[in-house]
T-cell receptor, first 111, second 112 residues
């Protein structure tokens, strides 16, 4: 049973446009959500997070939106840059000691 | 550089064998987490240690075990290896909770 789902395995976007990566979850106990970015041959690196008491968090070009009623979150990257090309993982936490990850979405930003 | 060091980076071994993966956490981090990423899968939490003690267990097989030593480095032992154990194994460390964990580069294990 996959509690965190990223239904799009891949996404291609033109440089300068908006990238929108989506994530759905099923566990109502999740209270903290994170996005990680992963380049080939490297470990995941933390990108941005949001608490369940908020519906938006912004950090530079990256914004995460949380819709609790729909159990959905999204990551917006504006404007997209070629260096943003990577695999993006959505993760969630219930306040315990483990993160539950989605399968990832591979973003390709085309120059 | 996350400050978390994993060795070896690559490992090829035969079915039925046993291997040990090593992780050195960031300086000062007391928590170590192990994750497994199989082909086209997300990272699956295996186990967490805090200051030498096991704190949480996830989907870790009985053939797998881990420990954290007094110098805080950790080892993940995988035994009676099967083809399906081929995966990337990540170690992460944190000073506080799982939300602030930093990941190593991973060890790619290939079982042939």
């Amino acid at each position: 049973d996959q509690q965190v789902k990223q239904n799009s395995p891949s996404l291609s976007v033109q440089e300068g446009r908006i990238s929108i990566l989506n994530c759905d979850y099923t566990n109502s106990m999740f209270d903290y959500f994170l996005w990680y970015k992963k380049y080939p041959a490297e470990g995941p690196t933390f990108l941005i997070s949001i608490s369940s008491i908020k519906d938006k968090n912004e950090d530079g070009r990256f914004t995460v939106f949380l819709n609790k009623s729909a159990k959905h979150l999204s990551l917006h990257i504006v404007p997209s840059q070629p260096g943003d090309s990577a695999v993006y993982f959505c993760a969630a936490n219930t306040g315990s000691y483990q993160l539950t990850f989605g399968k990832g979405t591979k973003l390709s930003v085309i120059p | 550089d996350s400050g978390v060091t994993q060795t070896p980076k690559h490992l090829i071994t035969a079915t039925g064998q046993r291997v040990t993966l090593r992780c050195s956490p960031r300086s000062g981090d007391l928590s170590v987490y192990w994750y497994q990423q199989s082909l086209d899968q997300g990272l699956q939490f295996l186990i967490q240690y805090y200051n030498g003690e096991e704190r949480a267990k996830g989907n870790i097989l009985e053939r797998f075990s881990a420990q954290q030593f007094p110098d805080l480095h950790s080892e993940l032992n995988l035994s009676s290896l099967e083809l399906g154990d081929s995966a990337l194994y990540f170690c992460a460390s944190s000073a506080t909770g799982a939300n602030e964990a930093f990941f190593g580069q991973g060890t790619r294990l290939t079982v042939v």
